[in-house]
């Protein structure tokens, strides 16, 4: 107990001291483009390609499952975009992207804890919490709406190339008739404000991982695996009580 205190602690100190003005705003912009392009625009092939499996998986096993002649066949298209809108595109996604960017984040702020670049920056007088860590932050947050944007498209899109080679009575006019039926475009903006909040969860925790690993290379790897577990704990949980503040 007394070491989670400690650590929600050094976490908040963390954020504090990163979240602030920074000192030169050209040179924030400049990593700020330089974390969009590394975090986000390298992400997007990972999305894209597991998003279109994704969702031509679940029309296929919808389909499947559905062989009541009192359910519509309709009932497929409706339940993929539902299922891909609701949680796939926001919550899945992040737990993916916690793999990938969680881990790249902790481990190359690691590195530079442990090669000493970190007190070098603190020695010269700069915020490096800020100087490192805020970048990342608001790049991630800034394009993961988009990230979540093309997950849709294309986890629909899946669904829709099912719809055309599957055996099963599902056509492509009855599931492009369920992906219009009763459209609410609030589960978009839900999706979207899920993944921001996300976005934070994954980059902050990594970042705090990293910046306070103590060892070496050996520690560089503990640290971005236990900041990939934590992340996609604290996604878990924020998506029971995000789902029951916006949808209830």
């Known amino acids: 107990m007394n070491k989670a205190l400690h650590r929600l602690g050094e976490y908040t100190l963390l954020m504090m001291k990163s979240i602030s ?67 796939f595109s926001s919550s899945i996604m992040c737990l993916i992207l916690a793999g990938k960017v969680g881990s790249n984040i902790a481990s190359e702020i690691g590195t530079m804890r442990v090669t000493e670049q970190i007190d070098a920056m603190e020695i010269m007088g700069v915020n490096s919490a800020n100087f490192l860590i805020m970048p990342k932050m608001a790049g991630l947050m800034l394009f993961i709406p988009v990230l979540v944007i093309f997950s849709m498209f294309t986890g629909i899109l899946g669904g ?27 589960y978009v903006w839900y999706s979207i404000i899920k993944s921001v909040i996300y976005a934070f969860i994954i980059s902050s925790i990594a ?40 949808l209830t």
Do not use: C
């Open 21 to 87: 003005i920074p000192d030169r705003w050209s040179m924030f912009f400049k990593q700020l483009i330089k974390e969009i392009y590394k975090l986000g625009v390298d992400s997007l092939w990972i999305v894209i390609i597991i998003s279109v499996f994704i969702g031509t998986v679940i029309a296929i096993q919808i389909s499947l499952n559905i062989s009541s002649p009192l359910i519509p066949k309709f009932t497929i298209g409706y339940t993929t975009r539902e299922i891909i809108l609701l949680e």
């Open 207 to 246: 970042a705090y991982f990293g910046y306070f690993v103590k060892g070496g290379a050996l520690e560089v790897g503990k640290a971005s695996t236990n900041a990939v577990v934590m992340s996609s704990i604290m996604i878990l949980l924020a998506d029971v009580i995000l789902t029951q503040l916006m």
């Open 160 to 186: 829709m190339m099912a719809s055309h080679f599957s055996a099963n009575g599902m056509t492509p006019a009855s599931f492009e008739y369920g992906l219009q039926f009763y459209f609410n475009s609030f």
